[in-house]
């Protein structure tokens, strides 16, 4: 019989995904292990060219109040406030991609952190030195990660994968340039696919 798992369609640069992000908290205390947890993440602008307006940015800011208001999560807009920032979600559900090679577990873990980083620490995941001070956080060598990261490889993997109808797949092998092992917590299960539906209001 398929091992019971909750697949979870997320982006890094999501607002409301940030804000569902103490319900898979509870989750992850509820089931621990006994429910894996598959991070498929879901291309919410990837690919954008132009830098936001002062109108676009106060309209995304507007929605992050929204989420605020819903979940007392804290906001810091000083990523996106930045002049020609550039909301290319692409970079930052890439560095989950690469770390997911890993195994859920950390995958989950570096999605969160990148969330964290983004909206409450308002530091521009966009950019790879960021996405790799924060792997760095959770026991990857940062160097390797961003030639991973930057390869066509990497570049070319979102879609190429689909959920298997048979349950999760056989748990990914650690590369060799895992440096130590995480503080992670999260059930480990392989990753599916990378694209879901774009979002415009996050």
Not at 87 to 92: G, K, L, R, S
Not at 144 to 162: C, D, I, N, V
Request: proline share 9%.
């Amino acid at each position: 019989m398929p091992t019971p798992h909750l697949i979870y369609f997320a982006d890094p640069m999501c607002s409301w995904c940030y804000g569902f992000s103490p319900v898979l908290d509870d989750i992850r205390r509820a089931f621990g292990r006994t429910l894996p947890i598959r991070v498929v993440m879901g291309g919410l602008r990837p690919g954008t060219e132009t830098p936001m307006t002062e109108a676009a940015k106060l309209e995304v800011a507007g929605h992050w109040r929204h989420v605020n208001d819903a979940t007392g999560l804290p906001f810091d807009g000083a990523g996106m406030a930045r002049e020609g920032f550039i909301y290319d979600t692409d970079p930052a559900a890439r560095a989950v991609v690469v770390l997911r090679r890993e195994g859920e577990e950390l995958a989950a873990a570096y999605l969160s952190r990148v969330q964290r980083a983004f909206y409450a620490e308002g530091r521009d995941v966009t950019q790879g030195p960021v996405l790799a001070d924060l792997v760095a956080e959770l026991g990857v060598e940062p160097d390797r990660f961003l030639e991973q990261w930057g390869s066509e490889e990497a570049k070319a993997e979102p879609g190429a994968t689909t959920p298997s109808p048979s349950g999760p797949a056989s748990p990914v092998s650690r590369p060799s340039w895992r440096a130590r092992t995480p503080r992670a917590s999260m059930a480990s299960s392989p990753v599916d696919s990378r694209r879901a539906n774009r979002c415009w209001r996050c």
